[in-house]
């Protein structure tokens, strides 16, 4: 494995795509310690994710001298912290964080009205699909980010809140999760990085109390990777949000360039086989439409959207207002929104209108660019 990184190393561009240039966390344990039982990486996964722990020498079901080697070699988290902004009501916090070889990536804490947080994890650094409303996309692909990298996002933010307890009748203290859901849709396309999303994400699934449905994975549309997950035994029955931003196949290709001639009759198709594989009273399959001014949010767009979604049971619109990211669009009005969803109920589809968070501190979506915003 090391010949093959140093091979790679020569070759910047196949190696953005693998994730085989920085030796994994557990890679970099089994080389520290080569004849340790198995139980003993299980024990340490599950440690990682415990919130009273702070760093190797939390860890006390670990050996003493295991904690010693591990402070030494072994970061705590895979991420730095350069800067962390928060919108003044405390409701969105942003973190530009920096991975050992110095690329830079963003995530997000988002609190709701009941006071719960959820987590939105980059899982590129940067992103090839181009889509011309995001930051992000004009960023281009730099690499994939590794599953410890993915998951350390959700580690950062759990280290950085205060637990809460809750008293149980019986006088004891039942610890709660403070973050109770997770969106990968942050920077990149998770499906161009399938392996390492799907690894961190059954890490995540083992060693929190998430469940999968309050998990969602966003994506573009990569569908030789969506209809790989109807086979895969090992993709966990997260959600699936898809962007989809236009149901003409003429608008989409316009701001969705990776968009290809026979996307929409495609993933309908894959969205037929995804409900009836993963469906049901919890789970969605959720259309994200980002509302641009003149470009896709008229009466004839909002029939066509209802017209493409209506056939599919247990799948939902949600409707987002548009972030002045790349300055290249107009958001929609209130009321054009309003009459859009209006078209839409209407037809007796499923639409939600998405609460826009972070706009202030540019942590909205579409407006992820680790710091290299034009
Ligand atoms: S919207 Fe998502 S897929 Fe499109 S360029 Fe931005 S990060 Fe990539």
Redesign the pocket.
Same mark, same amino acid.
């Given at each position: 494995m090391d010949k093959l990184r140093y091979i790679l190393s020569f070759f910047p561009k196949i190696r953005h795509n693998i994730n085989i240039m920085t030796p994994t966390r557990r890679e970099k344990f089994s080389k520290l310690f080569p004849n340790q039982p198995k139980f003993r990486w299980k024990q340490i996964e599950s440690a990682l994710f415990q919130e009273k722990n702070h760093s190797w020498d939390d860890v006390s079901s670990l050996p003493i001298p295991i904690r010693e080697k591990l402070a030494e070699e072994l970061p705590w988290l895979s991420l730095k912290r350069v800067t962390e902004v928060g919108e003044a009501d405390g409701s969105v916090r942003k973190v530009l964080l920096e991975a050992e070889d110095g690329a830079r990536i963003e995530s997000v804490l988002m609190q709701n009205k009941s006071g719960k947080y959820s987590v939105c994890v980059s899982t590129q650094v940067g992103?090839a &699909? +181009?889509?011309s409303f995001?930051s992000?996309?004009k960023l281009g692909l730099k690499r994939n980010l590794s599953a410890d990298e993915i998951v350390d996002q959700l580690r950062y933010w759990s280290l950085s809140q205060t637990p809460i307890s809750i008293p149980e009748p019986n006088g004891d203290t039942e610890r709660k999760e403070i973050i109770t859901n997770i969106v990968l849709m942050g &920077? +990149?396309?998770p499906m161009n990085n399938y392996e390492s999303v799907r690894e961190a994400l059954n890490s995540i699934l083992t060693n929190t109390g998430i469940g999968p449905t309050h998990i969602t994975v966003s994506s573009?549309g990569v569908l030789p990777r969506l209809n790989k997950i109807l086979d895969d035994k090992e993709w966990p029955p997260v959600c699936i949000a898809i962007?989809l931003h236009s149901a003409d196949p003429i608008i989409r290709k316009k701001i969705m360039p990776s968009s290809g001639p026979n996307f929409l009759p495609e993933l309908a198709e894959w969205a037929e086989a995804y409900l009836k594989l993963f469906g049901n009273r919890s789970h969605y399959l959720t259309f994200e439409y980002i509302m641009l001014d003149g470009v896709n949010d008229s009466a004839e767009d909002a029939k066509k959207l209802a017209a493409y979604t209506k056939p599919l049971s247990r799948a939902k619109i949600n409707l987002i207002a548009y972030n002045d990211a790349a300055g290249q669009f107009k958001p929609s009005s209130p009321e054009k929104i309003q009459a859009f969803m209006n078209i839409i109920l209407a037809a007796g589809v499923d639409v939600t209108r998405r609460q826009s968070l972070g706009g202030a501190i540019q942590a909205a979506c579409?407006q992820l660019a680790a710091g290299e915003r034009d």
């Amino acid at each position: 494995m090391d010949k093959l990184r140093y091979i790679l190393s020569f070759f910047p561009k196949i190696r953005h795509n693998i994730n085989i240039m920085t030796p994994t966390r557990r890679e970099k344990f089994s080389k520290l310690f080569p004849n340790q039982p198995k139980f003993r990486w299980k024990q340490i996964e599950s440690a990682l994710f415990q919130e009273k722990n702070h760093s190797w020498d939390d860890v006390s079901s670990l050996p003493i001298p295991i904690r010693e080697k591990l402070a030494e070699e072994l970061p705590w988290l895979s991420l730095k912290r350069v800067t962390e902004v928060g919108e003044a009501d405390g409701s969105v916090r942003k973190v530009l964080l920096e991975a050992e070889d110095g690329a830079r990536i963003e995530s997000v804490l988002m609190q709701n009205k009941s006071g719960k947080y959820s987590v939105c994890v980059s899982t590129q650094v940067g992103c090839a &699909m +181009g889509c011309s409303f995001c930051s992000t996309g004009k960023l281009g692909l730099k690499r994939n980010l590794s599953a410890d990298e993915i998951v350390d996002q959700l580690r950062y933010w759990s280290l950085s809140q205060t637990p809460i307890s809750i008293p149980e009748p019986n006088g004891d203290t039942e610890r709660k999760e403070i973050i109770t859901n997770i969106v990968l849709m942050g &920077m +990149g396309e998770p499906m161009n990085n399938y392996e390492s999303v799907r690894e961190a994400l059954n890490s995540i699934l083992t060693n929190t109390g998430i469940g999968p449905t309050h998990i969602t994975v966003s994506s573009a549309g990569v569908l030789p990777r969506l209809n790989k997950i109807l086979d895969d035994k090992e993709w966990p029955p997260v959600c699936i949000a898809i962007s989809l931003h236009s149901a003409d196949p003429i608008i989409r290709k316009k701001i969705m360039p990776s968009s290809g001639p026979n996307f929409l009759p495609e993933l309908a198709e894959w969205a037929e086989a995804y409900l009836k594989l993963f469906g049901n009273r919890s789970h969605y399959l959720t259309f994200e439409y980002i509302m641009l001014d003149g470009v896709n949010d008229s009466a004839e767009d909002a029939k066509k959207l209802a017209a493409y979604t209506k056939p599919l049971s247990r799948a939902k619109i949600n409707l987002i207002a548009y972030n002045d990211a790349a300055g290249q669009f107009k958001p929609s009005s209130p009321e054009k929104i309003q009459a859009f969803m209006n078209i839409i109920l209407a037809a007796g589809v499923d639409v939600t209108r998405r609460q826009s968070l972070g706009g202030a501190i540019q942590a909205a979506c579409g407006q992820l660019a680790a710091g290299e915003r034009d």
